[in-house]
Nanobody, 124 residues
């Protein structure tokens, strides 16, 4: 069983930055693909970034160049640094773990364990 705790959300003005954290309790966290997802009201949940155990990363088109995903395996934590935030980034953000390798267009069903979500609100 993997328990994930997401934190770091908040309210920020457009152009600002936030860093989200996803801490895990499982010993083998470093072996997993970890993704950050978001869901805005009335919209489908989308993956914004993912990182493999070797550090390779994937980003959604809407966040490329603005968001950076990274991991600290010693701390069992994955981070999402969000810069140049826009009002359209407003959403509940979730982290999740997949038992397989991260890859583009990966089904969300691959991600078996989910954190509780942290709200990000970007105002104009």
């Amino acid at each position: 069983q993997v328990h994930l705790v997401a934190s770091g959300g908040g309210s920020v003005q457009a152009g600002g930055s936030l860093r989200l954290s996803c801490a895990a309790t499982v010993y083998t966290y470093s072996m997993y693909c970890v993704g950050w997802f978001r869901q805005a009201p009335g919209k489908e949940r989308e993956r914004v970034a993912a990182v493999n155990s070797d550090g390779s990363t994937y980003y959604g088109d809407s966040v490329k160049g603005r968001f950076t995903i990274s991991r600290d395996n010693a701390k069992k934590t994955v981070y999402l640094q969000m810069n140049s935030l826009k009002p359209e980034d407003t959403a509940m953000y979730y982290c999740a773990v997949s038992g397989s390798w991260c890859y583009p267009s990966q089904p969300q069903a691959d991600f078996r364990y989910w954190g509780q979500g942290t709200q990000v609100t970007v105002s104009t």
